[in-house]
């Protein structure tokens, strides 16, 4: 393997020069995953009223641009104008009752995830790639994961997607603490 030299690797000039603030940010991100698991149902909440304004913003612009650009134009204008006020409709009803609104949200997850699960795992044992198990258990674990999301509804709504919220938060975290000690470790080899 090829050794990588930081001088001649733009990116590794970046990180190199900016290892300080990486691993602060991993920290920080790792700190704020532990407290968005710690307390994954507000979390949860919090996550479904931010979706709920993502697309309450989304269902604004849409109709603006119904007004805008569809206007004459009935078959288009009609089509935008459902839409807008189908988005307009759901981003209330999550910030109205986020509660509520995990509900579908988490059973969606659910579903995603035997989906994947179940694909993994025919995928692998169809082609048999090498080390094809590893592939075939992170299969079984996707599949497991979305049944005991779904058959654990609707308890499970309140603490999933906060839970995945922290984990996502500590695994990137992680990632930056990670690359900030690489590049430390690098810029101390003598190349």
């Not at 919090?46 to 979706?51: D, G, K, Y």
């Not at 988490?106 to 090498?130: D, I």
């Amino acid at each position: 393997m090829k050794p990588i030299f930081i001088g001649t690797n733009p990116h590794l000039a970046v990180f190199s020069k900016n290892r300080g603030w990486f691993f602060t940010w991993g920290l920080l991100l790792i700190i704020l995953g532990c407290v968005a698991i710690s307390a994954a149902t507000v979390t949860t909440l919090i996550s479904v009223v931010f979706i709920g304004v993502l697309l309450l913003i989304s269902g604004i612009v849409i109709t603006l641009d119904c007004f805008t650009f569809w206007w004459g134009k009935w078959g288009g204008f009609f089509l935008h104008l459902l839409m807008g006020i189908l988005y307009l409709a759901a981003g209330a009803l999550l910030i109205n009752s986020p509660l509520l609104g995990s509900l579908p949200l988490t059973l969606f997850l659910g579903f995603f995830y035997v989906f994947v699960g179940l694909s993994r795992v025919f995928y692998s044992t169809w082609l048999q790639t090498p080390h094809w198990g590893w592939n075939f258990c992170n299969g079984l674990l996707a599949l497991l994961l979305g049944v005991l999301i779904i058959t654990e509804l609707p308890s499970s709504a309140l603490y999933i997607l906060g839970l995945f919220v922290g984990i996502d938060l500590i695994f990137c975290g992680l990632a930056y603490v990670m690359v900030s000690l690489a590049v430390r470790s690098r810029r101390s080899l003598p190349y």
